[in-house]
């Protein structure tokens, strides 16, 4: 076992380690996109959610054409507010055009990969 096997084996590893991040990367855009979508064809959707203690959740639910603050917890909803559509509306384009810009952004590294390949 010379030092160019050493080498080759660790960077064998490297390589295996960054495709395992690159892959995680992409099936966590690719998953906010997909919530992201298929919420927008039902009647009722939770938009995001955000937790607040242990057993606490906050949620935007559209219902309809009405966003909704809801608080849930241990077995039970609570309505808490209403969101103005125009301030959801404007936060659901911008996290889709960051996932757009992700996609762009991983489908430009995949490229220039194949391209130095060939």
Do not use: C
Not at 73 to 102: K, N, T, Y
Request: cysteine-free.
């Amino acid at each position: 076992m010379g030092p160019h096997f050493l080498f080759s084996y660790v960077l064998a590893l490297v390589v295996v380690g960054l495709m395992l991040f690159g892959l995680y990367a992409v099936v966590r855009g690719v998953s906010r996109g997909r919530a992201l979508g298929s919420s927008e064809k039902r009647l009722v959707g939770v938009v995001t959610s955000t937790y607040v203690s242990q057993n606490t959740t906050i949620h935007v639910v559209r219902a309809g054409s009405r966003y909704l603050l809801v608080g849930g917890g241990a077995g039970h909803l609570r309505a808490l507010g209403e969101i103005p559509a125009d301030e959801v509306d404007a936060w659901s384009a911008s996290q889709r055009e960051m996932h757009e810009a992700q996609v762009r952004s991983i489908s430009g590294i995949v490229a220039a990969l194949r391209g130095k390949r060939s």
